[in-house]
């Protein structure tokens, strides 16, 4: 079972607020990265909630050290074998490394050179290749640490989200095709855990945006058009709404609120799994958010 811990609201302009960002990331480490999509920056949130650094094409906050480099929409942040950052960029379909010890950003990746149409999220494996999702274009690529390409997976439809699980599998959250499917890292294989149609009265997905996955064999799906996140036995392909309620508008979620299945989540976006919480963003009316840390109980 889930309760509410707590509820920030998120004003326009607003990066950080109560020490989390609306959209933000937890790494193996346990550091909180934020990322502002339209802004065009991450950030490490260090103690005390305080920007500790940003990577952007430009300086964000007074004060605050700055990596540059030309993001643009950045999607995700995962660490490679040596501790070093990687951040995926949707629109321009590149993958930069962030080299803390020099302060400075190298590309990997250039996807569209690759024919990428765009570059969804990163994530690296046990043997520290990394995995990037193509949204529009519906493939899973495979990259050597040093960014040459190693293998391409098809057969999906539109991408949004892929995760890795603690046993190795890229969850791969095939949205085109309402399903949540798991990649064998080793061969390439893919296996369906759990499917769904719009067209279906009893669907299971309608509209599957963004996945987490947690230690306990339980994926996460944050289904936008059904406004509710599905909890799913990875093993069986079972599934539960843990939040979420269908009537939603663009009110704030209240403060004093801790049912999760009372949430108003109009548009759920990229959420975050870290230490026995859930973190679950959503947008409200295009200029305000909500963020629902999810506590399990």
Known sequence: ???????????????????????????????????????????????????????????????????????????????????????????SAQLFRIDMRELRAELLVDGHALGMADMGNCVVDRDGFIWVNEVRGSRVWRFHPGGRPARTVEGFGWIYDIRIARDGEIFVLDSGNFALRAIDPDTGAVRTVAEGFASDPTATFDGPISLSLDEHGKAYVGDRQAHVVREVDVAGGAMTTIAGRADVDGNSNAATLRDPLQLNLPEISSMDYHAGRLYVPTDLDGEHGDLAVLRRI
């Open 1 to 91: 079972m889930w309760t509410i811990e707590r509820i920030v609201h998120f004003e326009p302009g607003d990066f950080l607020r109560d020490g989390l960002t609306h959209f933000g990331f937890h790494d193996r480490r346990g550091r909180r990265f934020g990322i502002d999509h339209p802004r065009h920056f991450l950030g490490l949130v260090g103690e005390g909630g305080r920007v500790e650094w940003t990577v952007a094409a430009h300086a964000v906050f007074p004060g605050v050290s700055n990596i540059e480099a030309p993001l643009s929409f950045p999607m995700y942040v995962d660490l490679l074998r040596d501790g070093s950052p990687i951040v995926s960029n949707f629109d």
